[in-house]
Nanobody
């Protein structure tokens, strides 16, 4: 079972920034592509951002393009989600996950493709 630990969430005012971290084991990190998702109560979990296995390319949901940046540090087995210009609608529980890379080097963008999830980290944006 993949073990992932998310951290870095918190309470921030609209327009503020947070950086989320996702740490995995070396084996998990080096053999999978990392993605970020989020979920709010009563809504389905949704894809936010992903970085491909080599770290050379990124992909974003339309609602975060230009505001969020995903990156990774292989030396620390950690993926990051830098979130700028946060909006109240970004309030959610944020999760990362790991998946074997597809032909483009990305993990699945479908939450249903993942068997397990970490505890997530809560992001709350006040207006």
């Amino acid at each position: 079972q993949v073990q992932l630990v998310e951290s870095g969430g918190g309470l921030v005012q609209a327009g503020g920034s947070l950086r989320l971290s996702c740490t995995a084991s070396e084996r998990t990190f080096r053999s999978n592509a990392m993605s970020w998702f989020r979920q709010t109560p009563g809504k389905e979990r949704e894809f936010v951002a992903a970085i491909n296995w080599s770290g050379s390319s990124t992909s974003y949901a339309d609602f975060v393009k230009g505001r969020f940046t995903v990156s990774s540090d292989t030396a620390k087995n950690t993926a990051y989600l830098q979130m700028n210009d946060l909006k109240p609608e970004d309030t959610a529980l944020y999760y990362c996950n790991a998946d074997p890379p597809d032909l483009e080097g990305y993990g699945s963008r479908e939450p249903s493709a993942y068997d397990s999830w970490g505890q997530g980290t809560q992001v709350t944006v006040s207006s």
